[in-house]
């Protein structure tokens, strides 16, 4: 039996066609014009924190947009402002949903295996968040140190407060400067009860922070009063992944390729991105090598100090 062809068109959302029946009732119509409307209000109720009326807006982009012109980029663009609106909202479920249809658009990229590390962990399924995480790392080498942050971040939030500070400890140890790292290491002393110079830790943390920048200061403010509490590992990816807070929807024309019908130009640039994605993934199968063989030799180091430790053991004369 053949297998079915995936279908070409993008996927629908759900829940969408009552507002999106009412947006067309406006004035509004299948144009450029609308969608970069709707995704620019969807932007603007973002930035004001009204996450449910952003998610309502970008759902009709998306449609309009989808049945208008399919520029994948944009589409893209949309579902990730979606996804993040959900997870600020506590709906993982939906989240989870849309974040498979971000990666039917755009397969394998980085940003949305991230948001798929994020949403795992907060639905408490370990082995998919790290999978994950591990494949963000492998497509785009420059957020390893966001990953082991978030990881460590949430690491904290189950409670092993010991193994969050030592990831990143490893993360400071590659990036002295990194300041997320200095952040939740400086949160996860603050939470550790065990230590008694926890707070005196968290203190030097927090304080190389803000000299580092002190525009941070308005992170520590926001911390939140339960640890429990799922929207701050949204608003830390949200501070310090390199270009998601700047990568909003924007209309067609903002996008360098969209409705380009130079088929040389297009057809180098695809081959240009081809190349750059199997290097980053041969790099990545040999740092996985490496490390896989480093762990071998660190367990052989161990079990060999074992049977050392037995045989001076064994030849203690009694007491």
């Known amino acids: 039996m053949s297998k079915e062809w995936p279908p070409r068109c993008p996927l629908p959302l759900e829940a969408i066609q009552q ?3 009412h947006y067309l009732a406006s004035g509004r119509g299948y144009d450029d014009a609308s969608v970069a409307a709707a995704a620019s209000e969807g932007n603007r109720f973002f930035q004001q924190k009204d996450f449910g009326r952003a998610l309502d807006l970008y759902g009709i982009a998306y449609e309009v947009g989808r049945l208008h012109y399919a ?8 579902l990730l402002r979606r996804i ?3 997870s600020l909202l506590g709906r993982f479920e939906q989240a989870l949903q849309e974040c498979h249809t971000a990666a039917w658009l755009i397969p394998h990229e980085a940003t949305c295996q991230l948001l798929f590390g994020v949403i795992y962990s907060k639905l408490g399924r370990g082995e998919e968040a790290n999978s994950s995480f591990q494949q963000a790392v492998a497509t785009c080498w ?7 942050c978030l990881i460590a971040f949430f690491t904290k939030q189950h409670g092993f407060m010991d193994r969050a500070i030592r990831i990143c400890t490893q993360v400071l140890k590659r990036n002295p400067r990194y300041p997320l790292a200095m952040l939740v ?4 002393h603050k939470c550790n009860q065990a230590s ?11 304080t190389a922070l803000l000299e580092l920048d002190f525009s941070y200061q308005a992170i520590l403010c926001r911390q939140a009063p339960k640890p429990a509490n799922h929207t701050r590992a949204d608003e830390l990816l949200l501070s310090f992944h390199p270009f998601l807070q700047m990568q909003t929807p924007r209309p067609y024309a903002s996008y360098a390729l969209c409705r380009r019908k130079d088929p040389l130009v297009v057809a180098s640039l695809v081959l240009l991105a081809v190349t750059k994605l199997r290097i980053m993934s041969t790099s990545g199968k040999m740092l996985r090598s490496v490390q896989q063989a480093y762990d ?3 367990e052989q180091r161990a079990q060999l100090q074992r049977k050392v430790y037995g045989l001076m053991l064994t030849q203690q004369p009694s007491a």
């Open 84 to 86: 993040l609106c959900h």
């Open 142 to 148: 420059d957020l390893r140190d966001l990953v082991d």
């Open 19 to 21: 507002l999106l029946i």
């Open 296 to 298: 071998e030799l660190l």
């Open 185 to 188: 290491r400086g949160d996860t």
């Open 196 to 206: 008694k110079t926890a707070r005196h830790s968290a203190t030097a943390d927090y």
């Open 71 to 78: 520029y994948r980029p944009l589409l893209h663009d949309l």
